[in-house]
């Protein structure tokens, strides 16, 4: 689960330097073909962005994305 967890949040960190956005909207970056679907981490946890410059992602159970 946590190597899972750490692949989603390496998928939204690289959807989000792609398209440029500096805020996690699963939205815009799944309709603007960004993501497939929302990524969820597989325990429940929830993402959110802790760093728009880095485009650093971090989950509440698993922490921060590597980079």
Known sequence: ARKACARNRWVIKKALRESGDTSLNFF????????????????????????????????????ETDS
Request: hydrophobic letters at 20%; one cysteine or more; glycine letters at 12%.
């Open 28 to 63: 815009s970056l799944i309709s603007r073909g960004f993501l497939k679907e929302i990524p969820n981490c597989p325990q429940g946890g929830t993402y959110e962005l802790s760093d728009p410059e880095s485009s650093s992602i971090t989950c509440s159970l698993h922490g």
